[in-house]
């Protein structure tokens, strides 16, 4: 017997979205029963696959794989933020290096998927975290992902691994203090500080954009346990983060289609060889 697979229209998920705000996403996140998004372990368990990959073998830029040998050299500590840059990034290395390991998606990028993932798998495991939390907290960043990712056009000159990092900014931010108000100034500051990296294409390269939107996204947790942010008074960071993040695909949705434009032509035009 043959049945046919459930599928979401495009315009209804759309208008499911149009409805919510960012508090709606976590406290779904944090009170949708259990069982129903434990799938969501997958994303651990496939991504840290790739981050281990990416460690034991030179794929891509080999960033994360760069990055922990300087640990063993003294040039950089392990500490918290190093151990995320480190291991996000590696799977973003395995990832564009064409590894031969599946990666957990989101929004249909493997690399938001991790970005998404890795910061979010660390810190609960540096904090010993329960498999709950864990799970509210993969759950919590990729749906916030989701949520900021809906409002972007289809193609962008954003780079869309810095709305991932936003995502896992709020599960990062929720395992550490509980409260929404972290994540609120947390991806506030977010959309201070790297607002302008634009896409250039799937490359090597971005590999270093996963590990400059997770260290963007840490920094800007720390500050907010600091009960400091980029406010409301200053550039496209509203008082409210519902309007700055909108302030941001607003952006991402039409002066940048030009930077898209543009970008293309320049990639084009290139000469074929050196």
Excluded at 114 to 142: D, K, W
Excluded at 203 to 227: F, G, H, Q, R
Excluded at 266 to 272: D, G, L, N, Q
Aim: aromatic letters at 4%; proline letters at 2%.
């Amino acid at each position: 017997m043959f049945s046919k697979p459930c599928v979401v229209e495009n315009e209804h998920a759309e208008n499911v979205f149009a409805n919510l705000t960012a508090k709606d996403i976590y406290d779904f996140s944090l009170n949708v029963e259990l069982e129903k998004i434990r799938f969501i372990q997958q994303a651990a368990i496939l991504n840290s696959a790739l981050s281990q990959e990416g460690l034991n073998q030179d794929y891509g830029l080999h960033i994360g794989r760069t990055l922990q040998k300087q640990i063993g050299k003294g040039l950089i500590s392990d500490d918290l933020l190093n151990r995320i840059v480190i291991e996000t990034t590696a799977a973003s290395d395995a990832r564009m290096g064409v590894a031969n390991l599946p990666a957990m998606s989101n929004s249909g990028s493997g690399n938001q998927g991790i970005t998404a993932t890795m910061p979010v798998v660390v810190v609960a495991r540096h904090l010993a975290a329960s498999e709950e939390q864990l799970t509210r907290a993969l759950f919590l960043s990729h749906l916030m992902a989701i949520y900021i990712h809906r409002k972007l056009p289809k193609f962008s000159a954003l780079c869309a691994v810095t709305t991932a990092a936003m995502g896992s900014c709020a599960g990062v931010a929720w395992l550490l203090t509980g409260k929404f108000e972290a994540i609120s100034m947390a991806i506030s500051s977010m959309i201070g500080d790297i607002s302008g990296i634009i896409c250039d294409g799937a490359a090597n390269s971005c590999a270093m954009k996963v590990s400059t939107s997770v260290s963007s996204s840490y920094k800007s947790i720390l500050m907010a346990l600091d009960n400091t942010q980029v406010t409301g008074n200053e550039g496209i960071v509203e008082h409210q983060i519902d309007r700055s993040i909108n302030n941001l695909c607003a952006i991402a949705s039409r002066s940048m289609q030009y930077t898209d434009r543009q970008v293309i032509e320049i990639m084009v035009s290139k000469p074929k060889t050196l």
